[in-house]
């Protein structure tokens, strides 16, 4: 038996804590989610409840992830589902992100809710990468989350060991939905895939 220090975070919660965190990164930031949709953050260039020209303080998720692909940071996302029209939209916007600069790769079986950052921070919990889980939705508009924050150094290699076996296909040969994949991860090896649309296409259906 050991302690652990554990944040907790519970529905509103998640918002400032995950969401901040991503924001300070220096070195890599890997999220995995059942379902990928983009979701807006405050946009720290306006001040908070304010418009100026007219548009929200509000911005995609995908234009800080930009601009931490352009400071060097290692971007990843695993997901389980086709990401939603707008975070596809979003992310043809971004051609830092196009070019490479944010991965993604999809497992069908994946079900964690991950977010890691530098290695030293994660969270994990309920919320999926959406607006109604993780973004600046206002109360009455998002989902029931809960989950934890931790720089615990056991949870960290666990999870991060987890997330890469999966990244790299390590469970791929004896998966049983193996059929049903669009790209088993196996089949990536070490190539860098920058942006394919080919991790977007529906999944076939079971028979």
């Not at 548009?55 to 695993?78: H, M, N, Q, T």
């Not at 989350?145 to 790299?168: K, Y």
Request: proline share 5%; net charge positive.
């Amino acid at each position: 038996m050991r302690d652990i220090e554990l944040e907790l975070l519970v529905g509103s919660d998640h918002y400032p804590a995950v969401v901040d965190c991503v924001r300070t990164a220096t070195r890599s930031v890997w999220i995995a989610t059942a379902n990928l949709k983009d979701l807006m953050v405050e946009d720290a260039r306006l001040v908070p409840g304010r418009r100026r020209g007219g548009k929200a303080p509000y911005r995609s998720v995908l234009s800080l992830f930009a601009e931490l692909a352009g400071r060097g940071v290692e971007l990843r996302i695993l997901h389980a589902t086709p990401p939603s029209r707008a975070f596809v939209r979003d992310f043809d916007r971004e051609p830092r992100l196009v070019a490479g600069g944010l991965e993604l790769r999809l497992c069908p079986r994946n079900h964690l809710k991950l977010v890691i950052v530098d290695g030293r921070k994660v969270y994990f919990g309920s919320a999926n990468w959406t607006g109604a889980g993780l973004g600046a939705k206002q109360e009455g508009r998002r989902n029931f989350e809960l989950g934890v924050l931790s720089q615990d150094e056991r949870l960290l290699d666990e999870t991060q060991a987890l997330f890469d076996g999966i990244w790299r296909g390590a469970q791929c040969a004896g998966c049983k939905l193996r059929e049903l994949c669009p790209m088993p991860l196996d089949q990536l090896g070490t190539t860098r895939r920058k942006g394919s649309p080919r991790t977007w296409v529906r999944l076939k259906p079971r028979t």
